[in-house]
């Protein structure tokens, strides 16, 4: 659905020849349609729009690319951003054993999530342990014991008249007795946000600090997902959120506003409701498959890779006829500031993954400090740098201009 409103914006492009503010009005306005009809939050849509928006104007024009293939591509990048970038898998307890508490309403599916992460804990090859700690309906008991059987892994149970937080503290002790990798606590859940669960769930947080405190979420909620990561992760304090439901007729929305709201990514999604229907949230997959696009995606990537290919061979032209002039410095320095963080840049030379946060910090720095200087140069001094070096006084003025020791000016 998200995919067919979106198409009708590409649509509105065929024909352009290039993105400008006006030839982006009609597919923005798609888009942003296409997202509130998926059930994406209001602000979320609105800061996406608006962020799609300015790299689609700032975008140089790539030969060989549409207009309306550059801008699949932006929103692609922006959807892949929108929900955390990277998959995020689960966090394990350095000593211990692994404790991840599940939160959430009544009837998303925490207890049949229990069941498929010990599922997804024992193809790891860790050894897991499911906790009844929805102590309000006896059912609830019997459910978690008949899926924990199908799965094959131990369920902790102390029935129904001993608080939640008592049976955690008791089942993390069972799990050391045990050497259990990890424990997996289901909890009651109720029809609406109320003050006794968030008290309960508090009470367990407090009593065994677990790794992980998933809320669960139902992808149908639609747009009330947003309010309730938000409050649950303000109240009890979440670690991420896992998405079910996804094969119902969810429009999706969820998925696209979780991480945006709360701050907080999606670990899983479920698929169904068999055991193995649960798998881990790839950002990338989902915007891919929010925008049914892949081949125009890889096609977008190879040009763009094309462009930057030819950028540096033109460089080490320049370069070796000794051309390199103040502007061309400033370019590659801009360049490497488009293609993301220092850090990221460097986390992608093999072998330079070493480098810290300070240096990475230190170097920024360095760039900034740098470009201050280009900058109070004449656009003359800046094509020929010798400028600068047989003259004295306009190192001085240099200097002056950009609040640097004439030393500084001179090294660089
Ligand atoms: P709880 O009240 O949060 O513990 O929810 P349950 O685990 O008891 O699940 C409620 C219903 O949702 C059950 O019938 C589950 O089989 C179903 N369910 C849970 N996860 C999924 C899913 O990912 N897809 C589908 N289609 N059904 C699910
Ligand atoms: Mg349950």
Redesign the pocket.
Known sequence: QLTTGLESAWNKLRGVDVLTKETIVEPMRDIRRALLEADVSLPVVRRFVSSVSEKALGSDVIRGIRPEQQLVKIVHDELVQLMGGEVSDLVFAKSGPTVILLAGL??V????V?AKLAFYLKKLGKSCMLVAA?VY?PA?ID??TVLGEQVGVPVYSEGTAVKPAEITKNAVEEAKRNNIDAIVV????RLQIDKTMMVELKEVKKAVNPTEILLVVDAMTGQEAAALVTTFNIEIGISGAILTKLDGDSRGGAALSVKEVSGKPIKFVGRGERMEDLELFYPDRMAQRVLGMGDVLSFVEKAQEVVRQEDTMELQKKIMSAKFDFNDFLKQTQNVAKMGSMSRVIGMIPGMNKVTPAQIREAEKRLAFVESMINAMTAEEREKPELLAESRERRIRVAEESEKTEQEVSQL
Do not use: E, N, V
């Open positions: 009544q009837g599916g925490k207890t049949t229990c929805d309906r609830a459910q978690l289901d909890t009651a859940g």
